[in-house]
Each structure stands twice: as structure tokens, then as C-alpha cells.
């Protein structure tokens, strides 16, 4: 399986923008689904948005539709996450996560491999 290692986190205003990277190591496979998962102190972890590796079919939360946008780099086995017009409820723990779900892609059950995750704090 992948490891994962995410990159990017930091603190930025309100309004502003950050950019996430999740770099995978080893193998990957075309057929595997990228996920960003996110995590507040009290909070249940929650989905943010994922990508197909072979088709770059993308899903989002529906909260951040509009302001965050995923991709992915094939040949740099790389992940992102553009994250623009930040918001304080955006504060979390953002990680990044790895499996082959046939459906439900938003269930974090359904992710096997994960990273250590990168701390993205939005102040107001």
C-alpha cells in the first residue's frame, strides 16, 4: 500500500487561501480514490472531498463547494487541495486518505490507508 504524507497547513485569515499537497509513496493503483478528511477539537471526523486517480472524477462536502477545489498529479502521484475564501468553521485537522470504494466514497470506513494529517487554522 501507499504512504501518504501531507503538506501545507498553517494559519491564514479569514478569506484567504491555502493549498494542501498529499504525496504518495509506493504503489498506487489507477483505480484508487484520493480523500480529504477533516477533524475539530469535539468534532467527528468528517468528509471534504475526494478524486478518482483514473478518471479525475471529483465529490465535495457541500459546504465547501465553491471554495475548494481537488486535483490530482498522476506522474507525481501527488493530491491536492486548493482551499480558497477560508472560513474559522474551516479550522481542523486536515487528512489525507487512500482506498477503493465501489460506492458511499464520502464513508471513512471505506478508506484503509491514511496521513499523519496538517493542521489548517483560519482565524477571524
Known amino acids: 500500500q501507499a504512504h501518504l504524507v501531507e503538506s501545507g497547513g498553517g494559519l491564514v485569515q479569514a478569506g484567504g487561501s491555502l493549498r494542501l499537497s498529499c504525496a504518495a509513496s509506493g504503489r498506487t493503483f489507477s483505480s484508487y480514490v484520493m480523500g480529504w478528511f477533516r477533524q475539530a477539537p469535539g468534532v467527528e471526523r468528517e468528509f471534504v472531498a475526494a478524486?478518482?486517480?483514473?478518471?479525475?472524477?471529483?465529490y465535495y462536502k457541500d459546504s465547501v463547494k465553491g471554495r475548494f477545489t481537488i486535483s490530482r498529479d498522476n506522474a507525481k502521484n501527488t493530491v491536492y487541495l486548493q482551499m480558497n475564501s477560508l472560513k474559522p468553521e474551516d479550522t481542523a485537522v486536515y487528512y489525507c486518505?487512500?482506498?477503493?470504494?465501489?460506492?458511499?466514497?464520502?464513508?471513512?470506513?471505506?478508506?484503509?490507508?491514511w496521513g499523519p494529517g496538517t493542521q489548517v487554522t483560519v482565524s477571524s
Open positions: 478524486i478518482t486517480w483514473s478518471g479525475g472524477n471529483t
Open positions: 486518505a487512500a482506498g477503493a470504494p465501489q460506492t458511499a466514497i464520502a464513508t471513512m470506513s471505506k478508506y484503509d490507508n
